[in-house]
Each structure stands twice: as structure tokens, then as C-alpha cells.
């Protein structure tokens, strides 16, 4: 970890160790997440940093690890920077966190990015995490990880916001798509039965057809807004996998495999379905 941001900032934890409940940063220097964990750890309930804070994932896992009073965690993105979030996968043995529990389950409010390594092999930070392991082997510790993540999302029972990012570490954008079905993860996350509020706006892709969407229905009771499911800039869903209609691929683009006509495409079925069933759930 790094050195304090500022001068007198280790005699300041000490004054203050076992009063903070809530703290905000923001800032292009590196916070000693270990010396915050270790003064106001046992009482944090509000933590927040803002898009400037250079916290890493390590520094993440620490935090969810050991803030067991934790109402709120907030993570902003940077659009332009991908190393800022949860790797959902450790692929160095001293980063090996595979017993580790996140034990903040009195979570209520998360905002948190996690990071797909697949598919950025000329990206030296790829190159750094991934050494000595065969291309199968990291895709199979990714999707290892993937289950990991949505296993202990799912055991936040108390979440009513979720704000799930989900980005590759490579600046550029990339062909990899988040597999949220029912048959492989989808069923992690039945135990968020308080949840209100799902913010997917920065997921790129996500692999997600009727049958999510009729367990949303079914297992998220409360939910009020799905929000980012549809393009700011063009009203076409930004859902990879969506029931489009046969006449789908004259306005694809093969590229990005996505409706590009709003007049056409904005009201996939699946989404006219569970707005008939929840007419009271806002879908933006």
C-alpha cells in the first residue's frame, strides 16, 4: 500500500480511531486502504470514492473483507480508466483469495465495477497478471471467478441498490460478453429479494433473453428501476442477446452485434413482457 496522502494523516486516523462511521475521498493521490481498514474498519458504515481515488482491487477486496458495518460502498468509474475495480479472478498465487468472504452483509447500497481479463493479451497489465498461464487456463480461472463474484453478491441479502459495472481491463472496447443466465449465474443473486434499484449502465454486453427476465420477475419482488438498459445516445438495448425479430440482422452492425434503428428495435419482447408484469418498474 502506499504512504498517506498528506502530512499528519496517520496522527489524524489515530485521534479519530473508533469514531468515523461515514468517509468520502477523492483525490489523484493513493489512500492507505490498510491504515483506514485498520483505524475505522470495525466501524465504517459509509464509504465512498469519488473518480479521481486510484484504489486498486486488492485494496477493494480488503475493504469488503473487513468492514463488517458497511452500509455503503461506492466506487466510482472512470470511463477512460479500466484498472480501477475487482479483478473476477485472482491469477497470482499471493492474490489467491478463494476462502476470503466479503463480510460487509449489512451492505445496502454497492456501487462497484469488476474487471474481465479475457481478450487483452497485448495489454502489458494482462500480460503482468497472466504470466506463465496458458490462454484455457486464464479463461477458466475467469469463469471460475465470475461464479465467485455472483456467489458473494448473492450473499447481500440487505442490497437494495446494486450498481454492477462490468468492463475489461483493456482501454479499448472489447468483444467480451457477461454471461448472466439463468443456467450459469443468474441464480446466484436469488437471495437479493430487498433489492430496488439495478443499475447496468456500465455493463458493454451481457449475454440476457426472456427467461432472465422472467426470473427478475419472479425472484426480485421489490425491484422499482432497472436503470442503462437502453443506449443514452440511440434508444436501442444495450443487452446483448434480446428476442429482436427475424428481420434483426438487416440493421445490425457486425461489429458491435447490436439493433442499431430505435424506431424498430427499442421495445424488444422480452422488455414489453416484463413491463406488462411489472407496470410499476421503471426501465430506462
Known amino acids: 500500500m502506499s504512504k498517506y496522502v498528506f502530512p499528519g494523516f496517520s496522527d489524524f486516523l489515530s485521534r479519530m480511531q473508533g469514531?468515523?462511521?461515514?468517509?468520502?475521498?477523492?483525490?489523484?493521490?493513493n489512500l492507505s486502504?490498510?491504515?483506514?481498514?485498520?483505524?475505522w474498519g470495525s466501524t465504517l458504515e459509509v464509504l465512498r470514492f469519488g473518480p479521481d481515488c486510484h484504489i486498486k482491487s486488492q485494496a477493494?477486496?480488503?475493504?469488503?473483507?473487513r468492514c463488517t458495518r458497511l452500509r455503503v460502498l461506492i466506487v466510482y468509474e472512470k470511463d477512460?480508466?479500466?484498472e480501477w475495480g475487482v479483478y473476477c479472478a485472482w491469477f497470482k498465487k499471493e492474490y489467491n483469495h478463494d476462502t476470503a468472504n466479503w463480510n460487509c452483509l449489512d451492505?445496502?447500497?454497492l456501487e462497484l465495477?469488476?474487471?474481465d481479463v479475457r481478450g487483452t493479451s497485448r495489454d502489458n497489465r494482462y500480460r503482468q497478471l497472466t504470466s506463465g498461464l496458458y490462454p484455457d487456463q486464464v479463461d477458466l480461472r475467469t469463469f471460475n471467478g465470475i461464479h465467485k463474484v455472483c456467489h458473494q453478491l448473492g450473499r447481500l441479502t440487505k442490497l437494495r441498490h446494486l450498481r454492477l459495472g462490468w468492463s475489461t481491463i483493456k482501454r479499448f472496447r472489447s468483444d467480451i460478453i457477461l454471461d448472466m443466465s439463468i443456467k450459469?449465474?443468474?441464480?446466484?443473486?436469488?437471495?437479493l429479494k430487498k433489492l430496488e434499484v439495478l443499475d447496468v449502465t456500465h455493463i458493454k454486453r451481457?449475454?440476457?433473453k426472456q427467461e432472465e427476465v422472467e426470473w427478475i420477475a419472479m425472484n426480485w419482488p421489490n425491484l422499482r428501476r432497472i436503470k442503462g438498459l437502453f443506449n443514452k445516445n440511440r434508444g436501442y438495448p444495450r443487452w446483448f442477446g434480446f428476442e429482436l425479430g427475424d428481420d434483426v440482422n438487416d440493421d445490425v452492425s457486425d461489429q458491435d452485434k447490436y439493433p442499431m434503428k430505435r424506431d424498430k428495435f427499442c421495445n424488444p419482447k422480452p422488455i414489453e413482457w416484463l413491463r406488462r408484469q411489472r407496470p410499476h418498474l421503471v426501465i430506462s
Open 19 to 29: 469514531r468515523i462511521k461515514a468517509f468520502s475521498y477523492n483525490g489523484e493521490s
Open 33 to 39: 486502504t490498510e491504515a483506514l481498514m485498520n483505524h
Open 60 to 65: 477493494i477486496e480488503l475493504i469488503l473483507t
Open 80 to 82: 477512460y480508466t479500466k
Open 107 to 109: 451492505l445496502e447500497h
Open 113 to 115: 465495477t469488476f474487471l
Open 184 to 191: 450459469n449465474r443468474l441464480t446466484r443473486l436469488e437471495g
Open 206 to 208: 451481457v449475454n440476457f
